[in-house]
C-alpha cells in the first residue's frame, strides 16, 4: 500500500526557518515525483513545486520560487519543503501528493499544519 | 501558466438532486484534467482523471465530461456524503488548480 506519511503540526515565529518532511513507503521512492501543495486557512489549493527523488532535481510554481525550497533525500525515502525565514503568510496546511502510473496526482499525505505566529 | 476557472463558486442542493460542476481552462489542456473532493480536516481525494475515468472505488454516480478548455463533473443524484469542496486541475502544462466548487446542502 502506497503512503505518504507528513511530520506534525509546527508552531514557529516570524523570521525562523523550518523544514517539514513526507516519507514514502510502500512503491520504489526514486520512480515518481513527490509535489508539495499549499492550501491557506479557508482557501483552495495551491502547487507549489516538486521534486524528482532519484537526481534531486526540482521544479517550482512561479509564485513559489524563491521562497521555498524542495528536496529529497532517497536513501530515506522522504521529501522536503523548507523555508529560511518564515512569514506570517506562511500560515497553512501543506500537503505532499504523488502521482499515479497514469500521470494524475493519486497519494496524498495527511497534511502538516505550519502556523506563523509572533 | 494555465489558469482554470470553475463556477459556480457555491452550489446549494438537495440531497437526490443532480450536481453539475464546470471547469473552464484558459488554454486546451487536451483531456488532461482531473476533479477532487475535499471534505473538511481531509486531504484532496481523486474523484476523475483524464477528463471521463473515474478513479478507483469512485462511485458511479460521478462522471466527468469535455475536452479541450471545457469540462463538467455531474454527480447524478446527491448523497450526504457528497456535499464537500470540488476542485479541478490539469496536468498538461505544469499543475494547476480550480479556485473551486462548494457543494453545500440546501
Known amino acids: 500500500e502506497v503512503q505518504l506519511v507528513q511530520s506534525g503540526a509546527e508552531v514557529k515565529k516570524p523570521g525562523e526557518s523550518l523544514m517539514i518532511s513526507c516519507k514514502g513507503s510502500?512503491?520504489?521512492?526514486?520512480?515518481?515525483?513527490i509535489g508539495w501543495v499549499r492550501q491557506m486557512p479557508g482557501k483552495g489549493l495551491e502547487w507549489m513545486g516538486v521534486?524528482?527523488?532519484?537526481?534531486?532535481?526540482?521544479r517550482y510554481s512561479p509564485s513559489f520560487q524563491g521562497h521555498v525550497t524542495i528536496s529529497a533525500d532517497k536513501s530515506i525515502n522522504t521529501a522536503y519543503l523548507q523555508w529560511s525565514s518564515l512569514k506570517a503568510s506562511d500560515t497553512a496546511m501543506y500537503y505532499c501528493a504523488r502521482p499515479g502510473i497514469t500521470g494524475t496526482v493519486v497519494y496524498w499525505g495527511q497534511g502538516t499544519l505550519v502556523t506563523v505566529s509572533s | 501558466e494555465i489558469v482554470l476557472t470553475q463556477s459556480p463558486a457555491t452550489l446549494s442542493l438537495s440531497p437526490g438532486e443532480r450536481a453539475t460542476l464546470s471547469c473552464r481552462a484558459s488554454q486546451s489542456v487536451s483531456r488532461y484534467l482531473a476533479w477532487y473532493q475535499q471534505k473538511p480536516g481531509q486531504a484532496p481525494r481523486l474523484l476523475i482523471y483524464d477528463a471521463s475515468t473515474r478513479a478507483t472505488g469512485i462511485p458511479a454516480r460521478f462522471s466527468g465530461s469535455g475536452s479541450g478548455t471545457d469540462f463538467t463533473l455531474t454527480i447524478s443524484s446527491l448523497e450526504p456524503e457528497d456535499f464537500a469542496v470540488y476542485y479541478c486541475?490539469?496536468?498538461?502544462?505544469?499543475?494547476?488548480f480550480g479556485q473551486g466548487t462548494r457543494l453545500e446542502i440546501k
Open positions: 486541475q490539469q496536468r498538461s502544462n505544469w499543475i494547476t
Open positions: 521534486v524528482y527523488p532519484d537526481d534531486s532535481n526540482t
Open positions: 510502500g512503491y520504489n521512492f526514486i520512480n515518481y515525483w
